[in-house]
């Protein structure tokens, strides 16, 4: 699965009538896809291929072949092109693979038309992370080094910084874990390396640029300042973060098409935060025609993040006529992606949670979420598994591994940030991590969706277990719901060792709704055994109920319409 968008401009081309169908399921849920034409089937391809970011093919893959192969260039600027069969079993990732984005594009392909994805890159086909689907640039010899990666050979790592960097295999080594140099080199750095036949290199976002400029800079002065700059510091661009600049400079042409030139986002800082950073050549002239003695160099510390004490001034402000220019390197922050598996099955894990999965080096999480994920993981991934009871601990792990400078994801059922490992874990995570939500389904949707509509108006969120939080505190936030008469949801709602909660909040909800007001249960929602129980305020056994369960009281307008819950919108159109 991936969570990339598909290409902006998809070309489909056709040459039968069951192509064209498949064509059209793909257009009809992509509307930036379009079935190409052409006087021949071979004139619609090379159509699709010049003038289109991406092609499906619905046609045999020796044809596909044969038509594109004089049109070949670069891998890094051809489209990528998927081929469907005739029957649509299979959706083969012809060329461009996970650079070019083919293998991503046959998934999703895949899942529009029930078939089959079949992709043949070496380094997905056996779960191992393609260097050049890390998120950062990688040049050099990206396939001599994959392909020793591939053979299990040994491969030096050698990283400027304490990156954080996906699970590798564990032929790839640092010089402490294998001190014999056996050729083959993985670099992480931003520095120009000489080429070899036998070193790649990965590029972090180590860079930021900070730019200053006189009103009217033509963009060619400011690109050809920053260029020198690099080059003299023997800095490489690939690993440019961003430009930064002042607010005042914000709506820079000559900037902000640098900027985009160089595919790196612009940000700005106001004077107050710049005249505030100590920078080694401050100027009153600037202070008075901007409000801070330095823009260039003191927005480059700054940053994307305002961490100038984490930063490192490597080429003092520079200038031409109109633009200066100063470059800083800032320290890697450790990833924590907080991650959100929803309910339990499998389709209701978001894409975006099984990539964070994939990308990190380090798993956190509950024994018995963990082994729901390992089939995802990547080889190599390191899993910290702990009990019920451990919340505190897991975070703290989480934390820990991230602060020092690693991928790590930390796992929760539903939504993370939902009765779940999102607020523990952020309480103790700093300025040294960067922090990743990815939100996932909760068991109040999976529950909802199962009840009918309870959810369509407001509703709350009120967990019974006084483990944290006092029963008179929760009691209060029961009465509160209650009297505004919304749909309840308990979580939490009752154990073996809490057996008396769940009775004394349903009492309270009863003395403000009618005895006949629905109440849903809902067991292992998504899950093995899972089971949906319908009853009243009035009649609701509470022993029916678990820890496994959530309970949906409705409101006073709540209503069992053929069997369903349904709490009405009220929209207006329905009078």
């Not at 379009?34 to 010049?50: F, M, S």
């Not at 510091?233 to 600049?245: N, V, W």
Request: net charge negative; proline share 7%.
């Amino acid at each position: 699965m991936t969570d990339q968008n598909p290409p902006a401009r998809i070309g489909l081309v056709a040459a039968t009538a069951a192509g064209r169908r498949h064509a059209d399921t793909v257009t009809a849920a992509w509307p930036h896809a379009r079935l190409v034409e052409g006087e021949t089937v071979a004139d619609a391809l090379r159509t699709a291929w010049a003038d289109c970011d991406a092609v499906i093919a619905f046609l045999a893959t020796g044809a596909v072949v044969r038509i594109v192969a004089p049109l070949l260039d670069d891998k890094r600027t051809d489209p990528p092109v998927v081929v469907v069969d005739e029957a649509a079993r299979h959706a083969v990732a012809l060329l461009g693979g996970h650079a070019g984005g083919a293998n991503a594009l046959a998934e999703q392909v895949a899942a529009l038309l029930d078939a089959r994805p079949v992709i043949t890159t070496a380094t997905d086909a056996v779960d191992l992370p393609g260097l050049d689907t890390l998120g950062w640039p990688v040049q050099g010899a990206v396939a001599a080094v994959s392909r020793a990666i591939l053979d299990g050979e040994p491969v030096r790592l050698i990283a400027d910084a304490d990156w954080p960097l996906p699970a590798l295999p564990p032929n790839v080594r640092t010089a402490a874990e294998d001190p014999t140099d056996h050729g083959y080199r993985l670099l992480v750095t931003d520095r120009v390396v000489p080429p070899d036949e036998r070193t790649a290199v990965l590029r972090p976002p180590s860079l930021v640029a900070g730019v200053g400029a006189s009103r009217g800079v033509p963009a060619a002065e400011v690109a050809e300042l920053l260029h020198r700059a690099l080059a003299d510091a023997g800095l490489d661009p690939a690993s440019l973060r961003c430009l930064a600049t002042a607010d005042i400079k914000a709506d820079e042409a000559g900037i902000r098409s640098t900027a985009d030139a160089l595919g790196v986002p612009l940000v700005t800082w106001p004077a107050t935060r710049l005249a505030a950073v100590d920078v080694p050549h401050p100027s009153e002239v600037v202070r008075a025609a901007v409000g801070t003695p330095s823009v260039a160099e003191a927005a480059a510390l700054l940053g994307p993040d305002g961490r100038a004490d984490e930063a490192t001034l490597l080429v003092g402000k520079t200038a031409t006529a109109m633009a200066t220019v100063a470059v800083a390197r800032h320290a890697p922050r450790g990833r924590l992606a907080v991650v959100g598996l929803g309910p339990g099955a499998t389709d209701l894990r978001t894409p975006r949670a099984v990539a964070e999965l994939r990308r990190a080096a380090v798993v956190v999480g509950l024994d018995q979420y963990l082994d729901q994920v390992r089939d995802v993981l990547r080889p190599g991934t390191r899993v910290l598994s702990s009990g019920l009871g451990a919340e505190e601990a897991r975070a703290r792990a989480a934390v820990a591994e991230a602060a020092a400078g690693r991928a790590v994801a930390l796992i929760g059922s539903g939504d993370a940030g939902v009765y779940a490992m999102a607020s523990p874990a952020l309480e103790y995570a700093d300025e040294r991590i960067e922090v990743v939500g990815v939100p996932g389904v909760t068991a109040a949707l999976a529950a909802g969706a199962l009840l009918g509509a309870p959810l369509g108006h407001d509703h709350a969120y009120l967990s019974l277990s006084d483990l944290h939080t006092p029963w008179d505190v929760i009691e209060r936030r029961v009465t509160a719901a209650a009297e505004g008469d919304f749909v309840t949801l308990f979580y939490n709602p009752r154990s073996r060792a809490r057996d008396w909660q769940l009775g004394k909040a349903l009492g309270i909800l009863a003395a403000h709704r009618p005895p006949d007001t629905p109440v849903g249960v809902v067991r292992n929602a998504s899950r093995l055994g899972e089971r949906v129980h319908l009853a009243t305020v009035a009649t609701l056994d509470p022993a029916v109920v678990d820890m496994y369960s959530v309970v949906v009281v409705g409101s006073s307008d709540t209503r069992l319409v053929a069997g369903r819950m349904v709490t009405p919108r009220g929209y207006r159109w329905r009078s």
